[in-house]
């Protein structure tokens, strides 16, 4: 088996491991990660032989730029607060205590390489953590401070990795220097991205077609990563900001092909990269353990030691710090969303797993300094990344679910129900008050201003049937009963329409350019 061979196994296991997890249960990431640790004890198949310094950009920016998709700039304002203590606060804790541990149990491994070891394994997984907590019904406010922190914990721990690998390869450290580097990295990111937001919105609008503008958002989040690293600055930040420009710039109510089709182009690329990335966490697994085979007790020993003080440290700092965030939440009586007791604490806690940027940053850490001499403690700063991972990943990924259950802690459904009753009633008023106003500037015919009035009324019935009123809910129930018999004999009549349609291609001669385009008529129809 080649490497090419190897990726589409890669991806063929991302996309059947989605069915599979659903079926038993359990996270697709998790299943994928099992299988490639499968795949890589396998004779026949090779080692990866993916460059470091390419997992990173290659990896990242579609998948920051997918998770961006689902939440937007008032939400991350709203929660800037929570997201801070956790993604910048306690990445810097996590740091602290894992190179005080590391450098007492790794014998001769030097301060600036175990801080580089704090950093790469103190982030916890944007991606596993919102695959692994958003099919597990929890409530809205958990998972949104979870994508927050995964997004932004990122952007912390690949800054203090960077400024650890420079003092380790260079044998010199300053403060004033690392404080300066941490500040300009995230000033040329933030500048960058803004940039390339304002650029690709004008772009977008001037492109027009569905398939340029989703061709073009698949480019923007690699140009803002590349950019930003390339002047200095933080390429997730970079990315983070344009994809968040983009999100409130970009949004056309109007443009429902454009929009289905950029969610589903998405969900497919979020799908794909996230089953290869988590797959080759398990192939390289094979690698970690060559590196270690003649002191492997040793140091499985210290990787279980950082994983306690990762996961420990984890646990200590949200307890306080979510009392907290209650204490300041109940005092100014923000719209921020936190978690709401023990249980929810204690769900958060566990689902902080690591992934795809650990793996990324410990391949990447150089083998020589400037000096030439081997890196201090490469070997054994990986193979410790990679136990992390395994008992973070696997162990908290597969138990995530019972712990959910065993607690109790489901997302708030009397509350969802109240939102999209209102927004229901929204939509249903916006209709109705735009069809006073054509009625005002038009003469409608008495018979069409009555359908169309009812129309109004189903737009909002059909999202929620609780706003009709009950002495006429009955008598909706039944309408749309009606309207559903109708629609279904419909989509029928289209698929034999579309079916005759296709069964042309193949006459003699059919025009396959004409073909598609009658059927992509028949399509958007059906869409509509």
């Known amino acids: 088996m080649d490497q090419l061979a190897l990726v589409l196994a890669l991806l063929l296991g991302a996309v059947v491991t989605v069915p599979l997890g659903d079926k038993f249960d359990l996270p697709a990431p998790v299943l994928m990660t099992l299988a490639g640790i499968a795949l890589a004890f396998i004779p026949f198949v090779p080692n990866v032989e993916i460059p470091p310094d390419f997992i990173l950009p290659l990896v990242l920016p579609p998948l920051l730029y997918a998770t961006v998709q689902r939440t937007s700039w008032r939400q991350f304002a709203a929660n800037v607060r929570p997201i801070m203590l956790l993604a910048v606060a306690l990445v810097f804790v996590t740091m602290a205590a894992v ?222 710090a979510t009392w907290l965030a209650k204490r300041l939440h109940d005092k100014r009586d923000l719209d921020e969303e936190i978690p709401v007791g023990w249980r929810e604490t204690v769900v958060m806690w566990w689902a902080g797993m690591r992934g795809v940027a650990t793996v990324a940053l410990a391949l990447a850490i150089p083998l020589t300094t400037d000096s030439g001499e081997a890196f201090p403690g490469r070997d054994q700063i990986i193979f410790i990344a990679f136990s992390v991972i395994i008992s973070t990943l696997v162990f908290q990924g597969l138990t995530l679910p019972w712990l959910v259950k065993r607690l109790g802690v489901q997302a708030d459904s009397d509350a969802e129900r109240a939102l999209e009753h209102g927004l229901a009633l929204r939509a249903a008023k916006a209709a109705k008050h735009r069809l006073r106003e054509i009625e005002d500037s038009e003469e409608l015919p008495e018979e069409i201003s009555e359908r169309l009035l009812r129309r109004a009324y189903e737009i909002g019935a059909r999202i929620s049937p609780d706003i009709v009123e009950d002495e006429r809910r009955e008598w909706y129930t039944k309408r749309l009963d009606r309207l559903k018999m109708v629609q279904r004999i419909q989509r029928e009549m289209m698929s034999a329409a579309r079916h005759e349609v296709l069964s042309a291609r193949n006459e003699p001669g059919a025009d396959p350019e004409i073909v598609d385009r009658v059927l992509r008529h028949l399509d958007v129809r059906s869409l509509r």
Request: glycine share 10%; proline share 4%; charged share 10%.
């Open 99 to 320: 190179a005080a541990v590391a450098t007492t149990l790794v014998p001769g491994l030097p301060l600036a390489a175990a801080v580089a070891l704090g950093a790469l394994v103190a982030p916890p997984d944007p991606v596993a953590a919102t695959a692994v907590a958003g099919r597990l019904g929890l409530p809205r406010r958990l998972v949104s401070i979870l994508e927050g922190e995964g997004l932004f914990n990122d952007v912390t721990a690949i800054v203090l990795y960077h400024v650890a690998i420079a003092a380790a390869v260079s044998g010199t450290f300053s403060w004033p220097a690392a404080a300066g580097e941490l500040v300009l990295s995230a000033v040329v990111a933030v500048a960058v991205g803004l940039a390339l937001g304002w650029l690709s919105n004008k772009l977008m609008s001037y492109l027009g077609d569905a398939t340029l503008q989703i061709g073009l958002s698949l480019l923007v989040p690699f140009a803002s990563y590349v950019l930003a690293e390339e002047l200095h600055g933080s390429g997730v930040l970079a990315v983070l900001t344009t994809a968040l420009f983009l999100a409130e710039h970009t949004a056309d109510a109007d443009d429902v092909t454009g929009r289905l089709a950029g969610n589903t182009f998405w969900d497919i690329v979020d799908t794909l990269v996230t089953g290869v990335a988590f797959g080759l966490i398990g192939l390289e697994l094979h690698n970690v353990f060559g590196t270690a085979e003649a002191r492997l007790w040793e140091m499985l020993g210290w990787g279980a030691a950082i994983s306690a003080v990762v996961v420990g440290v984890r646990l200590l700092y949200l307890l306080p």
